[in-house]
């Protein structure tokens, strides 16, 4: 399936950026993920780290993420992440990882020793995390909230019917939970996620979804379309139009989210500051 026109992918080149990624032997989800803004946000030099590894555990259909067994953890991963993010100008850096359910704490310390360098690196740096389900463990969510991030993302990612075709390892209502339990133990967080549409649901399953969010107390949501990244991912069912999205947009705010974005191109991690900048919760 070709792209249809609204759809236009630029090529990541060769920016300062990479430069700087490979300086600190850091990972990106936009490289790993293949994200198709590449281009677009490596101009602007920002990146979105990928942390533990770039080997999950989990074997979603829809990503390009290799999956395998990983590797032990690196632990000076969380101070290069904090140089590279220094170096490349961030004050708002957004961090996500692998599924690593091969670790007790799935992760959760590594990623709270990542947030801490990060704001010990800087003064009111801003630090958004976007996190496995950590298999539901409260404990582990309760390790990366310590670190304090203002922003927890846990992407839904599709509706619960195509859950066994998309996140065949994953649980819809793990994951809700999640996020529900995210601002239960500190509510002062903002809390975000995400879908992805294209994958043969429809209108009803995903508002559907989007009201199951708000009743997880979920304040900030991103949607945006499904591309193939490889072609051993499933393939898209449907591209939607983008005034598909503006609808999907319109009805999140009058839901009550207090910010959606949502766009054919509208991935996790794009424009995460300004989602959030004007957000109180
Ligand atoms: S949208 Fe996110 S994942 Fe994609 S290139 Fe930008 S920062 Fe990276």
Redesign the pocket.
Known sequence: MRHPEWIKVQSSGTHETKKILRRYGTS???EE?R????G???SKK???FMILGNRCTRNCSFCAVKSDKPLPLDYDEPERVARASLALGLEFV?ITSVTRDDLPDGGAGHFASTIKALKLKKERMQVEVLTPDFKGNVHALHTVLHAAPEVFNHNIETVPRLYSKVRPLADYDISLNVLHAAKSLDPRIKTKSGLMLGLGEKESEVLSVMRDLRKSRCDLLTIGQYLRPRKENIPVVEYIKPEVFDHYRMKGLEMGFKAVASSPLT????NAEALCRDVRV
Request: with cysteine; hydrophobic share 30%.
């Open positions: 990106t989800v936009c993920a994200c198709p803004n590449q677009k946000c490596f920002t990146a979105t957004v991935r996790s991690s794009i």
